[in-house]
């Protein structure tokens, strides 16, 4: 069964840069149909995607973040990682990893998280 | 950039039919899935492509997509079903509603 774990600094400096990494077990993350991706929420706020990797290299970001972030994948390991740079106390939040199924209906891409890490809180503090 | 319009709060009496929202400009066009989110619990799958439960789901989840607007319908609502609800579609990333609190009254 699918699982994945996020894992990594609950408690980071402004202007450093946070990393956190998904361990996937379970499954593949050398799979065609799937990126894996990052998904976060500010205390008491909604949902907000930060981006995706594909098993081949290929990312997907939130526009309003890509300048800040990046994300890998190590097959090897069966996991992805992300890093946010210089930080500040508005990234503070739960992180969540997931795996987005994405694929296409006809013209109409279909993209879904399925599952989701149980998410791991990050402080921004000095 | 594409938007998605939840109403903030929706109450349901026990028992009763709650429809949950989720408006976006021709929306009808795309594949509107629905995660469910519990208290201090990482959102789950509840609704994909517009109208389809996962393994798990009851049936009294559905789900509609047509013109502007997206609904999730929970018949027979039970406390249980007291949640965040977001909608999301895809926009060359990942687009979410602003999220929907559910309240069982």
Redesign the interface.
């Known amino acids: 069964q699918l699982q994945l774990q996020e894992s990594g600094p609950g408690l980071v400096t402004p202007s450093e840069t946070l990393s956190l990494t998904c361990s996937v077990s379970g499954d593949s993350i050398s799979s065609d149909n799937y990126y894996w ?1 990052w ?1 976060r929420q500010s205390p008491g706020k ?4 930060i ?2 990797v594909h098993y081949s290299g290929i990312t ?4 309003s973040l890509r300048s800040r972030v990046t994300i890998s994948v190590d097959t090897s390991k069966n996991q992805f990682s992300l890093q946010l740079n210089s930080v500040t106390a508005t990234d503070a939040a739960v992180y ?1 990893c997931a795996r ?1 199924t994405f694929f296409k ?1 006809r013209i ?7 599952k ?4 791991t809180l990050v402080t921004v503090s000095s | 950039s594409y938007e998605l319009t939840q109403p903030l709060s929706v109450s349901v009496a026990l028992g009763q039919t709650a429809r949950i929202t989720c408006g976006g400009n021709n929306i009808g066009g795309r594949k509107v899935h629905w995660y469910q989110q519990k208290p201090g619990q990482a959102p789950m799958l509840v609704i994909y492509r517009d109208s389809n439960r996962p393994s798990g789901i009851p049936e009294r989840f559905s789900g509609s997509n047509s013109g502007n607007t997206a609904t999730l319908t929970i018949s027979r609502a039970q406390d249980g079903d007291e949640a965040d609800y977001y909608c999301q579609v895809w926009d060359t990333t990942v687009i979410f509603g602003g999220g929907t609190k559910l309240t069982v009254l």
Request: no cysteine; aromatic share 16%; charged share 10%.
């Open positions: 991706g998904i909604g949902l907000e995607w981006g995706g997907n970001y939130n526009p969540y987005l209906v109409t891409v279909v993209a879904l998280l399925e989701w890490g149980q998410g």
